[in-house]
T-cell receptor
Framework: EPEVTQTPSHQVTQMGQEVILRCVPISNHLYFYWYRQILGQKVEFLVS????????KSEIFDDQFSVERPDGSNFTLKIRSTKLEDSAMYFC??????????????FGPGTRLTVL | LAKTTQPISMDSYEGQEVNITCSHNNIATNDYITWYQQFPSQGPRFIIQGYKTKVTNEVASLFIPADRKSSTLSLPRVSLSDTAVYYCLVGGYTGRRALTFGSGTRLQVQP
């Protein structure tokens, strides 16, 4: 069964450093997403990406964040100048891009980001 | 987006059937109902999705009454490994695909 993969599984960084989280969406999917979940809190939407551009973004997704599809398979989230409050699980998801509400998003296993 | 209400927690025993009901009084005509399962430190896992009546797959069943203002996720014969948080999400593509997760229902299965 096809699945979304993410690397690394755990990333530790110093405050102020830049990190890049990587995802490989399911191969025939057209929409890609990033969500995050701070420990003990809800899963929060960050951004969606379609046709090489941002489709939607939340208030969380400010200038500190950027996304890119550098090649035909990877989808990345870059966080510049990390802050302590960026520590969270970051989940990538992808969907086929079906019209209507039946477009199911499939999530990856997540990257745990720890900012020290 | 339709707001959903589901119990904060539920307890069950191995081998029992578990039914988790979600209320979504403001569901719109084009909204679908989707349930996800999440284990600690893992990504949400899609369980089942439906629009009306009943949907069944190898993992669960989803019952949706005619007015669609609620839905019930049914897990047959749960095991310890079904201990997880279960999320009910309601939405349709009206230009927004962002999923809004609530707090979910924490299911604890006892031996």
């Amino acid at each position: 069964e096809p699945e979304v993969t993410q690397t690394p599984s755990h990333q530790v960084t110093q405050m102020g450093q830049e990190v890049i989280l990587r995802c490989v969406p399911i191969s025939n999917h057209l929409y890609f997403y990033w969500y995050r979940q701070i420990l003990g809190q809800k899963v929060e939407f960050l951004v969606s990406f379609y046709n090489n551009e941002i489709s939607e973004k939340s208030e969380i997704f400010d200038d500190q964040f950027s996304v890119e599809r550098p090649d035909g398979s990877n989808f990345t989230l870059k966080i510049r100048s990390t802050k302590l409050e960026d520590s969270a699980m970051y989940f990538c998801a992808s969907s086929e891009g079906l019209a209507g509400g039946s477009d199911t998003q499939y999530f990856g296993p997540g990257t745990r980001l720890t900012v020290l | 987006l339709a707001k959903t209400t589901q119990p904060i927690s539920m307890d069950s025993y191995e081998g029992q059937e578990v039914n988790i009901t979600c209320s979504h009084n403001n569901i719109a005509t084009n909204d679908y109902i989707t349930w996800y399962q999440q284990f600690p430190s893992q990504g949400p896992r899609f369980i089942i999705q439906g629009y009306k009546t009943k949907v069944t797959n190898e993992v669960a069943s989803l019952f949706i009454p005619a007015d669609r203002k609620s839905s019930t996720l049914s897990l047959p014969r749960v095991s310890l490994s079904d201990t997880a948080v279960y999320y009910c999400l309601v939405g349709g593509y009206t230009g927004r695909r962002a999923l809004t997760f609530g707090s979910g229902t924490r299911l604890q299965v006892q031996p």
